[in-house]
């Protein structure tokens, strides 16, 4: 899985931030479905300490609501099933907001892209996606990895 050591927190657990990218996955069959669900599997299992923005819980919406296979009603029974799996949710403070849009010009994103980037900076820890293009415009970037 991580390729990284993350943060331990007490429990000693690794953290790693994902992204929308990786948990819609969760919910829609994709490529590399079955690499996301292995994270979320460890999650379940007090393996791993997964953690995101709050934003992530709009974006994964979205992304499902645009899903042509997709009722109004497994929209919502997908995002109350991803509330019940108690991701470490992030809200915003000023130090991340300045650190996102630092991230956002320096890579030329967009601010939510740069939002994840920038918490997993903050947190030192690891950030998987499976953002292409995210990948391609950070480069090298040592704590960005491909899911």
């Known amino acids: 899985m991580g390729q990284r050591c ?35 599997e460890r999650h379940v299992k007090g393996d791993i300490e997964l953690t995101a923005p709050a934003l992530l819980l709009y974006e994964v919406t979205n992304a499902l609501n645009y899903k042509p296979d997709f009722k109004e009603e497994d929209v919502k029974d997908s995002i109350n099933a991803l509330i019940d799996l108690s991701l470490s949710i992030k809200l915003p403070t000023k130090e991340v907001m300045e650190k996102t849009v630092f991230t956002a010009r320096k890579y030329n994103i967009s601010i939510y892209d740069a939002l994840y980037i920038a918490l997993a900076e903050i947190l030192n820890i690891i950030l998987i996606t499976a953002d292409e293009k995210l990948i391609e415009k950070v480069g090298k970037h040592p704590l960005v990895l491909r899911l």
């Not at 953290?15 to 490529?31: C, L, P």
Request: charged fraction near 35%; aromatic fraction near 8%.
């Open 6 to 40: 993350g943060d331990t927190g007490m429990a000693g657990k690794e953290k790693i931030v994902i992204d929308a990218s990786v948990v819609t996955k969760w919910f829609s069959e994709e490529e590399n479905t079955e690499k996301a669900l292995e994270y979320k």
